[in-house]
C-alpha cells in the first residue's frame, strides 16, 4: 500500500549534504545523516566505517539525537560524500528505524525526484519486533 507522499524536508536534506561535504574525510566517514526531531531541531551525524561492521550514519544520527535530549525523530536523510546525493538506508538500518521510530518518515530518492517515504514502506512484509515479543508476566 502506498500512501501520499509527504513534502520534502529540503532544509534537512541541505544539512545532511553540508555535512558530507564537510566534515566526511578519508574511509573511516563517507556518509552523513540528518534528522528532524519532533521539536523542530536537526540533529547530524555521519557513519564510523569498520571491515567489522561500524555503524552507519542512520543510527549514529539515533545515538547523537538521544544524547542532545531529542527522543521522537519525525523524518531523515543519509547523503553520501563526494557529492553522491541522497542514499537510502541499507537493511540494518530500515529494521531499526521501523522497530525505533515506527511513524518515521524517510527521503530517498534523487535529483528532482526526492520524496519523502513512510519507513515501513521501505520494508514490505515487515517483521516488527515488538509484535514478537512474550509478555513478562
Excluded: K, S
Amino acid at each position: 500500500m502506498t500512501t501520499q507522499p509527504h513534502p520534502v524536508d529540503h532544509e534537512l536534506v541541505e544539512a545532511a549534504a553540508d555535512v558530507a561535504r564537510t566534515r566526511c574525510r578519508g574511509d573511516n566517514h563517507t556518509m552523513a545523516a540528518a534528522a528532524r526531531a519532533r521539536d523542530g531541531r536537526i540533529v547530524t551525524a555521519v557513519n564510523a566505517y569498520h571491515f567489522t561492521g561500524g555503524p552507519c550514519a542512520e543510527l549514529v544520527v539515533i545515538g547523537a539525537a538521544a544524547a542532545q535530549g531529542a527522543h521522537e525523530l519525525e523524518t531523515i536523510v543519509a547523503v553520501g560524500d563526494r557529492e553522491r546525493g541522497v542514499v537510502p538506508p541499507c537493511g540494518r538500518c530500515r529494521q531499526v528505524l521501523l522497530d525505533y521510530f515506527p511513524a518515521l518518515r524517510v527521503i530517498v530518492g534523487g535529483g528532482d525526484r526526492l520524496r519523502a517515504v513512510p519507513v515501513a514502506e521501505l520494508l514490505p512484509e515487515t517483521y516488527v519486533w515488538a509484535d514478537h515479543q512474550l509478555d513478562a508476566g
